[in-house]
């Protein structure tokens, strides 16, 4: 009968099967026009793909798609299948030859009875055409309206292409492809995702009943839906086991077996959420990032979506669930006030992995439940970490040939620096959150964090080289994100790091800038890669539905400061967690005993507070902050910070806490591993900071060689015994900042005798 009838006999039927007939030829014509590059479409062009993203260990963390589809090969799909798809929609499928003529003439017959359209016709190649150019071609809702019309001219087409592809691909590439692409409802494209999401089973397990089930859901998956209408269904499926059965493909007992068994669908669908917002556990936050950083890179969503590749990240669980039980301990996911957000990355000099990052605050849409979908682990947190930018102004001072034990002038609160000045220039006070000794040495102004002594530090290092230190070790975004004026709140043309440097602002050392929780935490992990700066990365590798690698662009590491300098500021930050130290209480109540370098921030009204902690093989950070709408100060617990009139939180506090109460029980039973050696240049520091010892010199003598050295003199007069005009007090002694005033105490060369005792007269 094929031999009889010519591609003409095709066209007629379908002419005459659809009433409007008019323009036939027209239509015809146009529908061959780029018939062949259609064709090659169908045979070349991939299937859209699930894209998979895990765990550093490769188990799924979430998944992204415009249509959820895993491809098998045909040997993989169970022989029942494929024999209930041949016995309901196309029992001549291994005959024929892309169409069915005898099926065709059937149908013509049918519905020129009828007037209208009750039989089909389509082989299960066409169906595939027909599927393909819906499924895979169409990207509009009109060209998808266009891929299902009923019209003598996408009939023709459909005919052409089918008649095409059989010459082309073999019965058994067919199948494959049609398998793969058919819609089977409830977001499964393709039989393996059918499989999965109505029976839990992959393809090769589907029994007769199960394989009838899907047959028969191919006319209509919204009509034959099993979990909205089963009873249609059941009886859909039950004509095909019937079918199977008449057709000989199955026997009378397996077809009683199948007739009698339940529908079997699993409660609830083993469908796949789709995006970051369905993601395993709290690993949201992380998934965004990691769509972000693949977008930077070149690969966008839209890619992801379609290609069905493998993400592999660097996520570690163990690090994810210690990060969230404590982010979670210490403000709760409800809390009204306060979110409290972290990132540990690992330190290395050839990259820097992201191990975990997450927030109390749920990842999601729903704002009434207090979920958001901001990138608050790795976006800029406006509010600020506070002291711990005085790394920044330390690691300038130890570049500039200070060492990290030199010893600081602490003024008190109240000291007016000279370049300490508001938007008018008027001078503002540094104030202190307490009360220190006159000199303490960097090391121990680390811990302590006096104010003043990081503004007066800030005098010697300059406010430019302070910012650039800062981004060089970590804080990238603040030369690329736009400086907001803060009376306007208008957005300029220049950059955080250029407005601050221009306007020699420096508050900088104060930690009053909008900082990303997750470079702080990498800043952490350049001092601990002996000053190697690497992009933080999430992703691990990335490799296609082939399994060939994709190339992941990244900026190169980069030796930000020299290693010796990297090490000892690392020495000079271990005070934080012993007694003294402002994360000392933190410490102390997990009882750690680990060598670490840590810096606690608070930020001047306590609307946010920050921890920096660093272990040779973890850097996290933490922030926790008010992040509704009008921030307000926040007073530390019981149970979570909330919103107050004054402030109390500390970054001793709950960042501490949250930091500590991670990495107790992500560190435990690991070997306990020192900080790295210090270097002696940057321990005691250049020449430009030491202070000639001249005790005892006559006074001119002493003004000599302190002025040669670079330090100013002032003198006064005590009594002493020593000859007059030598020196007997000398401060500061030791190490200073460069040009720091000496003030020397000179002899007046006698003591007055004292006074007689009381009631002698006289």
């Known amino acids: ?94 005959e024929h030859e892309g169409v069915d003529w005898a099926g065709t003439v059937r149908a013509l017959l049918a519905n020129t009875a009828a007037g209208d359209i009750e039989q089909g016709a389509s082989t299960l190649t066409q169906q595939y055409v027909k599927n393909y150019t819906l499924y895979v071609l169409a990207d509009t809702e009109a060209e998808r309206l266009e891929a299902v019309e009923q019209t003598p001219a996408r009939k023709l087409r459909e005919v052409q292409i089918a008649l095409q592809l059989e010459q082309e691909l073999s019965k058994e590439e067919i199948l494959t492809r ?32 199960q394989a009838a089930l899907l047959a028969g859901m191919v006319r209509s998956t919204s009509g034959f839906d099993p979990v909205r209408h089963p009873d249609a269904a059941r009886e859909r499926r039950d004509l095909v086991i019937r079918l199977m059965r008449d057709q000989g493909m199955i026997d009378d007992a397996q077809a009683q077996a199948a007739l009698a068994s339940p529908l079997g669908i699993v409660s609830p669908l083993q469908t796949r959420p789709n995006g970051c917002i369905g993601a395993r556990g709290e690993s949201g936050f992380f998934c965004s990032y990691v769509l972000a950083h693949l977008a930077d890179a070149g690969i966008p969503q839209e ?11 660097t996520l570690e669980p163990e690090a994810m669930a210690a990060m969230t039980a404590s982010l979670d301990a210490e403000v709760p996911p409800d809390s009204p006030d306060a979110a409290n957000v972290m990132s540990v990355v690992r330190p290395g000099t050839d990259a820097h992995r992201i191990a975990a990052m997450g927030s109390s605050r749920t990842f999601g849409l729903d704002a009434e439940a207090r979920e958001t979908s901001y990138g608050l682990p790795y976006e800029p947190v406006n509010l600020g970490a506070g002291s711990i930018y005085k790394i920044f102004t330390a690691a300038t001072a130890l570049e500039k040939g200070l060492g990290i034990e030199t010893m600081l002038e602490v003024p008190p ?18 104030q202190n959150s307490g009360d220190y000794a006159a000199r303490l040495s960097l090391t121990d102004a680390l811990a302590q964090s006096p104010n003043t002594a990081f503004v007066r530090l800030m005098e010697f290092t300059g406010v430019p080289d302070v910012v650039d230190m800062a981004v060089r070790l970590g804080m990238r975004s603040l030369a690329t994100t736009p400086f907001v004026d803060p009376g306007t709140g208008e957005v300029t043309d220049r950059s955080i790091a250029e407005v601050t440097k221009a306007q020699q602002q420096a508050s900088f050392t104060l930690g009053v800038t909008p900082t990303s929780v997750l470079e702080l935490a990498n800043v952490g992990a350049t001092l601990a890669s002996g000053g190697v700066w690497c992009p933080p990365t999430p992703v691990e590798s990335v490799t296609d539905a082939a399994g060939e690698p994709l190339e992941v662009p990244e900026a190169p590491c980069e030796q930000a400061v020299e290693p010796g300098l990297a090490h000892t500021l690392l020495a000079g930050l271990s005070r934080d967690d012993k007694p003294g130290g402002t994360a000392a209480r933190a410490a102390a109540e997990v009882g750690w005993m680990r060598p670490m370098a840590g810096k606690t921030g608070t930020t001047q009204h306590h609307q946010s507070a920050a921890f920096l902690g660093v272990v040779p093989d973890l850097s996290g950070a933490v922030i926790t902050f008010d992040n509704s709408a009008n921030p307000r100060p926040l007073c530390d617990g019981p149970g979570a910070p909330f919103a107050c009139r004054s402030g109390t939180i500390f970054g ?10 991670t990495m107790t029980p992500l560190l435990a039973g690991q070997p306990v591993q020192p900080l790295p050696p210090t270097d002696p240049r940057y321990v005691e520091g250049g020449e430009a900071t030491r202070i000639p010892d001249v005790l005892g010199l006559p006074g001119d003598e002493a003004r000599a060689v302190l002025e040669r050295a670079g330090f100013p003199v002032t003198t006064g007069t005590v009594d002493s015994v020593a000859p007059a005009g030598t020196v007997v007090g000398q401060s500061p002694h030791g190490t200073a900042l460069p040009e720091e005033t000496v003030v020397l105490q000179l002899s007046s060369g006698s003591v007055p005798p004292p006074p007689p005792p009381p009631g002698t007269g006289g």
């Open 1 to 94: 009968m094929l031999l009889s009838l010519s591609l003409l006999s095709g066209v007629l039927a379908a002419g005459l099967a659809y009433p409007v007939a008019a323009g036939l030829g027209l239509a015809a014509n146009q529908a061959s026009d780029g018939l062949t590059g259609a064709s090659a479409d169908l045979i070349a062009d991939p299937l859209p793909q699930t894209t998979t993203i895990t765990d550093s260990r490769g188990d799924p963390i979430a998944y992204v798609f415009a249509q959820d589809r895993e491809l098998v090969d045909a040997a993989d799909v169970a022989p029942a299948m494929i024999a209930a798809l041949v016995a309901v929609e196309d029992r001549r499928f291994f």
């Open 178 to 209: 049609y398998l793969n692409t058919v819609y089977w409802g409830n977001g499964a494209y393709g039989i393996a995702t059918a499989a999965r999401t109505y029976f839990g089973v992959t393809p090769d397990r589907l029994t007769v009943a």
């Open 303 to 313: 890619q992801l979506e379609r290609g069905g590749y493998t993400v592999r990240t």
């Open 413 to 430: 609160s109240g000291y007016a620096s000279p370049i300490y000045r508001d938007g008018g220039g008027r001078s503002i006070p540094v």
């Open 652 to 661: 001793g506090r709950t960042p501490a806490e949250t930091w500590f109460g």
